[in-house]
T-cell receptor, first 113, second 113 residues
Framework: QKEVEQNSGPLSVPEGAIASLNCTYSDRGSQSFFWYRQYSGKSPELIMSIYSNGDKEDGRFTAQLNKASQYVSLLIRDSQPSDSATYLCAVKGGPGGNEKLTFGTGTRLTIIP | ETGVTQTPRHLVMGMTNKKSLKCEQHLGHNAMYWYKQSAKKPLELMFVYNFKEQTENNSVPSRFSPECPNSSHLFLHLHTLQPEDSALYLC????????????FGQGTRLTVV
């Protein structure tokens, strides 16, 4: 089982709709969760971090964490063509566990005008 | 710009060449990282330096040799590489080792011919 799993996509979403990106992780002791956005040919850019169960909103972005289900998601409201990118989920464990930042393979998102 | 600068941005080298990748961070961070990003694979952590000391070497072949002269600079020396080493090499930094947020440089696109 992969440590951090994401659907590679591509995920196509009409402009203005909600894009939903999902990520599952295997280490139940994980404590920190991140979403990075990576445009083609560019480096990953941190867009959201979440540490406790529930929702965290930042502008058009909402991160959702469910530690019991080992599931973290990213919602993008009012999707724009500029949101087209690969979204990387990253997970960091807690003390005594896998404390390294482990990345998924990423989900490629395309917003259709 | 994230405050992490990598040079060169692109590099083509033969299997018998020796070259070096350079990374510089202007964020005052104490930890620096080398990652490898290959197509359809998760970001792979290669090396970690914390306060100039190497704290992690993820079973990386000896043809990759890191050097960290101070907390702001990180090098990756390359020699006798293989075509399968062609990838995007990303440098990142964080406030401390196992820090929660990593900031990435733009990467060096390496092609081994």
């Amino acid at each position: 089982q992969k440590e951090v799993e994401q659907n590679s996509g591509p995920l196509s979403v009409p402009e203005g709709a909600i894009a939903s990106l999902n990520c599952t992780y295997s280490d139940r002791g994980s404590q920190s969760f991140f979403w990075y956005r990576q445009y083609s040919g560019k480096s990953p850019e941190l867009i959201m971090s979440i540490y406790s169960n529930g929702d965290k909103e930042d502008g058009r972005f909402t991160a959702q964490l469910n530690k019991a289900s080992q599931y973290v998601s990213l919602l993008i409201r009012d999707s724009q063509p500029s949101d087209s990118a690969t979204y990387l989920c990253a997970v960091k464990g807690g003390p005594g566990g896998n404390e390294k930042l482990t990345f998924g393979t990423g989900t490629r998102l395309t917003i259709i005008p | 710009e994230t405050g992490v600068t990598q040079t060169p941005r692109h590099l083509v080298m033969g299997m018998t060449n020796k070259k070096s990748l350079k990374c510089e961070q202007h964020l005052g961070h104490n930890a620096m990282y080398w990652y490898k990003q290959s197509a359809k694979k998760p970001l792979e952590l290669m090396f970690v330096y914390n306060f100039k000391e190497q704290t992690e070497n993820n079973s990386v072949p000896s043809r990759f040799s890191p050097e960290c002269p101070n907390s702001s600079h990180l090098f990756l020396h390359l020699h006798t590489l293989q075509p399968e080493d062609s990838a995007l090499y990303l440098c990142a930094s964080s406030q401390e080792w196992l820090g929660t947020e990593a900031f990435f440089g733009q990467g060096t696109r390496l092609t081994v011919v």
